[in-house]
């Protein structure tokens, strides 16, 4: 068969196909595309996200220690207990690290950046897959197409973080439990229960996804009858024996099978401080933008028309109302906790548009357009404090490091651990907690006489000029940069 004959089967295949189905193919493209110039804005990745990375190399070289003994570098744990502190890093939910060391392990180091953009964007698809299960093609192309936009998803959709591949095992999750117990497509009955488990080793906070699926059959079956279907306990049961290796980590390491979950939640108290209850709403535009005005006036029109009425409205309402009632309670809160609600958001929106009639092509243009613009103010934003000199300075600095003519057999004292150590490849120490010019001295004398020893400071993350005054006169400068505010500065120690 020629290129001629291929070309010719493509058109046909592609002129056979229904516009709806064209236009899933286009925004997917264009979903893909945006997150991938994304990826460019910054000249470095950031604490968590070096973590995974970090963790993902580690993983490529022994698979079987999911721990930081021994291991030349560090997350900091602000915990002096003996099991849930270091060096367990349980905390850390598994499933990103071991897909990642799936690449270390092959060499294509390359592809790394898009793993996140690349399951951001099948997870478009899955919103457009689960619209149209629950409801219709049209609803399920609109719901994608407000999903792709929606800044919060976008914009975190290029971190290597763990937040957008639970939203794409939750949609999984969902589209066979919906198969599954409304369909009677009793394949997906048991892949909810593995699909569920993948989204709990995505992480921990899918524990507050599933008591949504026991809301739903109590209200749909106003009684227990569903604990009767024998594929409910076999999906039960595959979700029990995904965990098993999981399990058994939390035996080794904690001495508990739940040690990883347990450690998950503790160090949840660690770190960020305490927001209020209303964060969320404070920062709804930055997070939803117009979609949120959309899903508001959508549920207005659900309850007026009594629409949540339908297992598919209310489906979607417990999802949303349950897990943003849990984040709200949390005591510290970020913008990207939220997003596992996105998609059914975007489905309830997308539901309703379909209902406006006449006016929907301009009302759905109109949302686009603003959806587009915030986009684009988000991603200006984001570039401009990613070009801030204390950025740019902390980079050249982790540049420098990285060098050849720095020796491989290197240790670095820094306050940025991870990012440090994945930068550089250099092993790196933390600073001393409360500064001291002795215990400085002292970190370097222990048993590292054997070692180049660098101190690197960057008001990136140090902002007290007595430690910089200390450095300077008492240690070798080798390295300096001054870019508008910011300051970085490597020294040696001899």
């Known amino acids: 068969m020629d290129i001629s004959q291929i070309v010719k089967k493509i058109k046909l295949y592609w002129f056979g196909m229904e516009k709806t189905d064209q236009l899933i193919i286009f925004v997917l493209i ?59 890093i349980g905390f850390r939910a598994p499933l990103l690290p071991y897909i ?28 457009y897959i689960f619209g149209k299960k629950l409801f219709d093609k049209k609803i399920g192309l609109y719901s994608a197409i407000l999903f792709s936009l929606a800044p919060i998803q ?25 198969e599954g117990y409304e369909k009677e497509n009793k394949k997906h009955k ?12 995505a992480r921990y906070t899918t524990l507050w996804i599933a008591p949504v699926f026991l809301f739903y059959f109590l209200i749909r079956d106003k009684s227990l009858r569903f604990l009767k279907d024998k594929y409910l306990w076999q999906a039960i049961g595959i979700f029990f024996l995904t965990l098993i290796p999981w399990f058994i980590y939390g035996f080794v390491y904690y001495g508990n099978p739940l040690g990883g979950f347990i450690h998950g939640f503790q160090a949840a108290n660690y770190w960020g401080g ?19 005005i959309l899903f508001l006036t959508s549920l207005f029109y659900i309850f007026f028309k009594k629409e949540f009425l339908k ?42 548009i379909s209902r406006l009639e006449k006016y929907k092509n301009i009302i759905f243009g109109l949302a686009c357009i603003i959806l587009a613009v915030s986009l684009w103010s988000s991603f200006k934003i984001a570039y401009e404090n990613s070009q801030a000199g204390a950025n740019l300075c902390f980079s050249d600095g982790n540049e420098f490091l990285a060098n050849d003519s720095i020796s491989e057999n290197s240790l670095v004292v820094t306050n940025q651990l991870p990012i440090v150590h994945y930068y550089t490849q250099k092993e790196v120490r933390l600073y001393p907690a409360s500064w001291n010019l002795k215990a400085l001295e002292n970190i370097s004398d222990s048993d ?7 101190f690197f400071y960057s008001n990136y993350d140090m902002k007290d000029v007595a430690i910089k005054k200390d450095l300077d006169d008492n240690f070798k400068k080798v390295f ?12 040696e120690y001899e």
């Open 154 to 178: 976008v914009f975190y959709s290029e971190k290597i973080w763990t937040d957008p591949l639970i939203v794409f095992f939750i949609l999984l999750t969902f589209i066979s439990f919906w």
């Open 448 to 454: 590292q006489r054997n070692k180049k020893i660098y």
């Open 30 to 88: 264009f979903s893909f595309l945006i997150r991938i110039a994304f990826l460019f804005y910054s000249p470095l990745r950031g604490w968590d996200e070096t973590v995974y990375l970090n963790l993902g190399r580690d993983l490529s070289r022994n698979p079987f220690s999911y721990s930081l003994l021994n291991s030349p570098w560090n997350d900091f744990i602000p915990s002096t207990d003996i099991i849930y502190g270091w060096p367990n």
């Open 480 to 491: 300096e940069c001054s870019k508008g505010e910011g300051y970085s500065a490597i020294y």
């Open 274 to 292: 305490a927001q209020s209850w209303s964060f969320f709403f404070e920062n709804s535009w930055k997070i939803f933008s117009i979609a949120g």
């Open 190 to 201: 048991i892949l909810f229960g593995l699909f569920l488990a993948l989204s709990l080793l």
């Open 100 to 127: 990642l060391s799936i690449f270390y392990a092959l060499n294509l180091n390359f592809l790394i950046p898009i793993i996140v953009p690349f399951f951001a964007t099948l997870s478009v698809f899955l919103v």
């Open 311 to 352: 297992r598919e409205i209310y489906l979607l309402l417990i999802w949303i109302i349950f897990f943003s009632s849990i984040v709200m309670a949390m005591p510290h809160k970020e913008e990207r906790f939220i997003l596992p609600i996105i998609p059914a958001v975007c489905l309830i929106s997308g539901f309703f």
